[in-house]
């Protein structure tokens, strides 16, 4: 799972009840002394802890680093680009002002993180397999779902077959007889919506090349996907909890795959775009720009 090393500590908050005791123990030592952990060994972290090395390690590579030398190099990083901005939960009787103010900060935070935990060559990996497919299919469920017609909307543009059904029974018939090469994006920002696990397992077994879009940390529709995207994972909230934040940082990991995929051949992609805006103009009676 290797992703980027920025706002490390933001991811090891988001990820700490995915983890085992043992590594949750690890987790909060370097929560809480993050300049320390920065600069001592593994058996030392160990033993601060209350853990083992076998442990700290485990840890390391629970949270997407190669290993103990790389969280140390991720702390640094953090550390020197001084305090986060935050995420907050919305409370009874607060202003609108305090409420814009709220949001941007979540949003910016949602963001900060998942570029800090952005694969590129991930990205790179899907933007390829999405340009020689055949068909794409997109689905989600609520929220989700938004972000699978967006996909469906962007591929639509580059003159893909691309398909956002939300009966699942529809999806399902028209995989079975999809050509060979076609993708199939599973997203679930909870990782745990059994539509989507369930498709993503019909998908590999009809021979479809899958993609697991997720909130960051490993799950098993991650471990039975081809290929993982992922976005932070902001702490749990009353209000938050309905997709805020979290949808941003979604449709952000959307449009950074749609670039590095019209970048692939750009004089086509522009060609192609040029040309699906001029229908729209003509069909609303706008003039060309």
Same mark, same amino acid.
């Given at each position: *799972?290797?992703?980027?090393?920025?706002?490390?500590?933001?991811?090891?908050?988001?990820?700490?009840?995915?983890?085992?005791?043992?590594?949750?123990?690890? =987790?909060?030592?370097?929560?809480?002394?993050?300049?320390? =952990? *920065?600069? &001592?060994?593994?058996?030392?972290?160990?033993?601060?802890?209350?853990?083992?090395?076998?442990?700290?390690? %485990?840890?390391?590579?629970?949270?997407? !680093?190669?290993?103990?030398?790389?969280?140390?190099?991720?702390?640094?990083?953090?550390?020197?680009?001084?305090?986060?901005?935050?995420?907050?939960?919305?409370?009874?009787?607060?202003?609108?002002?305090?409420?814009?103010?709220?949001?941007?900060?979540?949003?910016?935070?949602?963001?900060?993180?998942?570029?800090?935990?952005?694969?590129?060559?991930?990205?790179?990996?899907? =933007?390829?397999?999405?340009?020689? =497919?055949?068909?794409?299919?997109?689905?989600?469920?609520?929220?989700?779902?938004?972000?699978?017609?967006?996909?469906?909307?962007?591929?639509? %543009?580059?003159?893909?077959?691309?398909?956002?059904?939300?009966?699942?029974?529809?999806?399902?018939?028209? *995989?079975?007889?999809?050509?060979?090469?076609?993708?199939?994006?599973?997203?679930?920002?909870?990782?745990?919506?059994?539509?989507? !696990?369930?498709?993503?397992?019909?998908?590999?077994?009809?021979?479809?090349?899958?993609?697991?879009?997720?909130?960051?940390?490993?799950?098993?529709?991650?471990?039975?996907?081809?290929?993982?995207?992922?976005?932070? !994972?902001?702490?749990?909230?009353?209000? %938050?909890?309905?997709?805020?934040?979290?949808?941003?940082?979604?449709?952000?990991?959307?449009?950074?795959?749609?670039?590095?995929?019209?970048?692939?051949? &750009?004089?086509?992609?522009?060609?192609?775009?040029?040309?699906?805006?001029?229908?729209?103009?003509?069909?609303?009676? !706008?003039?060309?720009?």
């Amino acid at each position: *799972m290797g992703v980027g090393v920025g706002q490390i500590l933001s991811r090891i908050e988001n990820v700490m009840p995915k983890l085992t005791q043992s590594e949750q123990k690890v =987790a909060r030592f370097v929560l809480e002394s993050p300049e320390e =952990a *920065m600069i &001592i060994s593994v058996q030392e972290m160990a033993a601060r802890s209350l853990s083992s090395s076998a442990s700290v390690v %485990r840890f390391c590579r629970s949270i997407g !680093l190669k290993g103990f030398p790389e969280l140390k190099v991720a702390l640094s990083a953090d550390l020197a680009q001084g305090q986060k901005t935050g995420y907050f939960d919305l409370n009874k009787n607060e202003n609108t002002a305090e409420i814009v103010d709220k949001i941007l900060s979540n949003v910016i935070q949602s963001l900060k993180d998942t570029v800090g935990q952005l694969d590129v060559a991930m990205i790179e990996k899907v =933007a390829h397999s999405l340009y020689m =497919a055949p068909v794409i299919f997109a689905y989600g469920i609520g929220a989700s779902a938004l972000v699978a017609e967006d996909i469906a909307q962007k591929w639509l %543009r580059m003159g893909k077959n691309v398909y956002a059904f939300h009966d699942t029974h529809v999806l399902t018939m028209s *995989m079975a007889n999809a050509p060979k090469g076609s993708v199939f994006i599973g997203i679930s920002y909870s990782a745990a919506t059994k539509e989507v !696990l369930e498709l993503m397992k019909f998908a590999q077994k009809s021979g479809l090349t899958t993609v697991s879009f997720t909130g960051f940390g490993r799950s098993e529709l991650s471990d039975i996907s081809d290929f993982n995207l992922f976005t932070s !994972l902001a702490p749990e909230a009353k209000v %938050r909890s309905a997709a805020t934040s979290s949808k941003h940082s979604q449709f952000f990991v959307v449009d950074v795959l749609y670039y590095a995929y019209a970048s692939i051949n &750009i004089n086509d992609s522009i060609d192609k775009i040029t040309r699906t805006r001029k229908a729209t103009n003509e069909l609303k009676n !706008l003039p060309e720009t």
